[in-house]
């Protein structure tokens, strides 16, 4: 991954990384990939190392939602970093215009703003393996991890995206975010 200057905002190589479990991340992080003219990656996080971190100034990262906030490995990234640029970009399985999606918007860019500079943060639904959110309907109510037939329901709704929509519109809030710099 080699520094270079971008001619049309003078600022250098942007790399993309992704963590995701469903593919959600990985779609978001490769349309935004085209908003970014200077790039390198999508590269999934798990082999960004502490060289790269140095390396770069100014960082893209695709997450997925996880208990209301950043996956572990997006946190545990953010908290390496210090000084740096950031773009964050995430899927949860909710509408990105509900209470839930709020909450979680707060908390990451809470995170991503604590040592580095937030340059924007955006978040759409993204689809919900419900093979695996299905074996929550055993779990009898009370107990922990258990899940509703209306909130399985609702997860449904989730298929499809991040659609066209999603993609697009994460395009063009990176595109808005870079001119920050």
């Known amino acids: 991954m080699a520094n270079k200057k971008r001619k049309d905002l003078n600022m250098e190589t942007i790399p ?4 995701t479990i469903t593919g959600n991340a990985f779609k978001l992080a490769e349309a935004a990939s085209e908003a970014v003219p ?4 999508p590269y999934n996080i798990r082999y960004i ?3 790269v971190i140095r390396r770069f100034d100014t960082f893209l990262l695709s997450y997925w939602c996880n208990h209301g906030t950043a996956d572990d490995d997006t946190i545990a990234l953010i908290r390496k970093m210090n000084g740096k640029n950031l773009i964050v970009i995430g899927t949860l399985g909710a509408a990105r ?3 839930h999606a709020q909450e979680v918007a707060a908390r990451v860019e809470a995170l ?3 040592n580095n ?3 924007g943060h955006f978040l759409c639904q993204g689809s919900i393996d419900l093979r695996r959110t299905a074996q929550r309907l055993k779990i009898p109510e009370g107990e922990k991890g258990h899940l509703s ?3 399985f329901e609702r997860q449904k ?3 499809g995206h991040p659609n066209e929509a999603d993609l697009n519109d994460a395009k063009n809030a990176v595109r808005s975010f870079l001119q920050k710099l």
């Not at 200077?38 to 990656?41: E, P, R, S, T, Y």
């Open 16 to 19: 993309i990384i992704f963590s």
């Open 38 to 41: 200077d790039h390198v990656g």
């Open 49 to 51: 190392n502490e060289e």
């Open 97 to 99: 215009d509900s209470k």
């Open 112 to 114: 991503a703003s604590e």
């Open 117 to 119: 500079r937030l340059l």
């Open 149 to 151: 037939q209306e909130r």
């Open 157 to 159: 709704l989730s298929l």
